[in-house]
């Protein structure tokens, strides 16, 4: 049997030492983000004990985090195959225009919440049949997109803001927005969706085409991946994420406005940055977007309860967001040395 | 081999195709030289107004090696594309063991057996080596889910056996970032012969290669033609193709301008042939006197 290489020299303690090198450099990510979330969490509870050791605080991150959270999931993947969707804020607010269309129309909640969805998967279509058919980039395709999302959902609605009291009581509220042993819903969604984002990305035919994609596209269309297809349900993914974050957000509010999930874009990014996510794609960590989601939405609270102005809030986040991007760049190319 | 899956027992198979062994046909091997494996009829191809193939045909025998030379953008590329699916032809006709096939994609070629190598071009660098060999075809349980249990076994096994890595340092999760130039070829290598491809297209297979990781190269490919499988290498260094290939095509400009049977033409021959198409785009045949314009010319 030919072999096509040298054998490399045998195992010695250097290859012991490069071993630990590379576990700590793959996991670097996860554990370099674990350690911040923790650090600024002690931080936060040390000057902030009378805020931080009690259960309300927590409640509250429960339930406004999977907001932008959920929509970083979807990101994640769609980051990892090398598109991205500046889009889904405004979707969060089109899916609602259909929910109050047919929730007025039959009185039925759920009917309503599931046109809701299926609206955000059409707006996710049109994103990635125009992004592979047309060859344009995502970023500047869905900078129009979100545009145009944003303009049909107030032309539809005329400008108008609507109550949603109806779905109290309702079970699409309950499922959404109710508590489970005294967990907010949007948690419980938050973490069971994160499970199924990893189980996508690492242990299904979907996320491994997605890695190959991002990571050398020309390589995927050699060795026959479906590139086309996979990019189109990865933005129908997101689409359908941020649908049902908009209608977590109103369905906990009751109310829906057409400006709804504004504010939402720049965070949701940063969680997924911050989480280890390459911006180039083919690399990128669920844990990461999990963990980075409660870092970004945890702050602005915490800077409050700490007694400082909450002007401060955005230079914090600078200074985090920063640091975190700065040392996922240095480990990533430490381990391509 | 002791720690191959169990629990798969059709992949031990497949496993330990990278051992050309288990590649030999149970049938004897003149049978399959008789048979055209894969042939192409007046296929023709151009982008944007330029032709980059024009009425190609090209005839590959099982058990035989062929070797696809020619200058840059003499259509080499091109025409490999179309016979693993990434390009479609404008016309012409594809046949693969005799049927006729329409719409070729990468997917159906594979499907079909024809594998490509195309060097580091077609691996992802950041993923593991698991991923680069199951790139596009990954072992699947149900409903998608990757059997990833599978796929690291697999590669462990072949990493060990085929492609000689024994290092503790390069596991199946190693990304390809870690290995050197003759380590990624031997991993497009691997990665075509296991999923036991009757055809084999090697494109400048020895790029960037030492001498002796070439030398390891060439001898893979007698490999290929000794277990009775077939291959197209490409190649710009005819010194490379000359000693691995039974036919030589030659390649101008789109068009199919000679073929070569290896042991009729030597090496000078060739190259001089060679010299003379890249200069005035037609040669003088040694062998016969006539001029190309009465040479069959097709290598069907």
Redesign the interface.
């Known amino acids: 049997m030919t072999t096509l290489v040298h054998e490399r020299p045998p195992a010695t303690t250097a290859v012991a030492r490069r071993n630990v090198r590379r576990f700590v450099t793959t996991w670097s990510s996860q554990l370099g983000i674990t350690a911040a979330f923790v650090i600024v969490w002690l931080v936060f509870t040390v000057l902030a004990p009378e805020t931080f050791l009690h259960s309300r605080i927590y409640v509250s991150y429960a339930q406004t985090v999977p907001y932008f959270g959920l929509t970083a999931l979807a990101l994640t993947m769609l980051i990892i195959a090398g598109d991205i969707d500046l889009s889904f804020p405004a979707v969060f607010a089109l899916g609602l225009v259909g929910y109050v269309g047919v929730e007025h129309a039959t009185g039925n909640v759920t009917l309503g919440l599931l046109t809701a969805l299926a609206i955000g998967a059409l707006a996710g279509l049109v994103n990635g049949v125009f992004v592979t058919l047309f060859g344009i980039p995502a970023l500047v395709l869905t900078i129009g997109t979100q545009f145009l999302y944003r303009g049909l959902t107030l032309v539809l609605v005329n400008g108008q803001s609507y109550t949603l009291t109806e779905t109290d009581g309702t079970i699409a509220g309950k499922v959404l927005v109710g508590r489970l042993l005294g967990v907010p819903m949007q948690f419980v969604w938050f973490a069971v969706l994160a499970i199924v984002t990893w189980i996508l990305l690492y242990r299904h035919r979907l996320g491994h085409n997605a890695h190959v994609i991002g990571d050398n596209r020309q390589a995927a269309a050699l060795m026959g991946i479906p590139i086309t297809r996979t990019r189109i349900v990865l933005f129908v993914l997101t689409g359908v994420a941020a649908a049902l974050a908009g209608a977590m957000n109103s369905f906990a509010v009751f109310n829906f406005y057409p400006g709804q999930g504004d504010g939402y874009l720049l965070p949701a990014l940063a969680a997924v940055f911050v989480g280890g996510t390459s911006v180039f794609g083919g690399r990128g960590t669920v844990w990461g977007t999990f963990i980075g989601a409660f870092l970004i939405g945890g702050i602005e609270a915490g800077i409050v309860a700490v007694g400082l102005k909450e002007f401060y809030s955005q230079l914090i986040y600078g200074a985090i967001i920063t640091a975190a991007i700065t040392i996922h760049a240095v480990l990533q190319r430490r381990l391509a040395h | 081999m002791a720690n191959m899956d169990r629990a798969h027992p059709g992949r031990i198979e497949q496993g330990m195709a990278g051992?050309?062994?288990a590649l030999r046909p149970s049938h004897p091997q003149e049978d399959q030289e008789r048979q055209a494996v894969l042939e192409l009829r007046h296929v023709t191809k151009s982008f944007a107004g330029v032709h980059a193939l024009r009425d190609v045909s090209v005839t590959l025998h099982g058990a035989e090696v062929i070797g696809l030379v020619g200058d840059n953008g003499a259509g080499k590329s091109t025409l490999i594309k179309i016979i693993?699916?990434?390009h479609q032809p404008d016309s012409g006709e594809i046949y693969i063991r005799g049927r006729r096939i329409h719409e070729l994609?990468?997917?159906k070629?594979?499907a079909l057996g024809i594998e490509?190598v195309?060097q580091e071009?077609?691996?992802?660098?950041?993923?593991s080596l698991w991923?680069n060999v199951?790139?596009?075809?990954?072992m699947?349980r149900f409903g998608?889910?990757?059997d990833?249990g599978a796929m690291r076994r697999t590669t462990a096994a072949l990493m060990r056996?085929?492609?000689?890595?024994?290092?503790?340092?390069?596991t199946p999760?190693?990304?390809v970032?870690g290995l050197?130039g003759?380590?990624r070829?031997?991993l497009a290598?691997?990665r075509a012969l296991h999923f036991q491809a009757d055809v084999i297209i090697l494109d400048e297979p020895t790029m960037g290669l030492s001498l002796?990781?070439t030398e390891?190269?060439l001898?893979?490919v007698r490999?290929i033609r000794d277990a009775g499988k077939s291959a197209i290498f490409i190649d710009h260094n005819i010194f490379h193709v000359y000693s691995v290939a039974d036919r030589i095509v030659l390649l101008d400009r789109g068009r199919i301008v000679g073929d070569f049977p290896t042991a009729r033409y030597s090496l000078e021959e060739l190259t001089a042939i060679m010299r003379e198409v890249a200069a005035t785009g037609h040669f003088r045949d040694p062998r016969d006197g006539r001029d190309e314009d009465e040479h069959d010319g097709g290598a069907a």
């Open positions: 051992e050309l062994h693993t699916g990434y994609t990468v997917q070629a594979r490509a195309y071009r077609a691996l992802a660098e950041q993923q991923r199951f790139m596009g075809r990954p699947t998608g889910l990757l990833v056996e085929s492609m000689g890595f024994t290092s503790a340092m390069l999760d190693t990304p970032t050197s003759g380590e070829q031997g290598i691997i002796s990781e390891k190269c001898t893979f490999e």
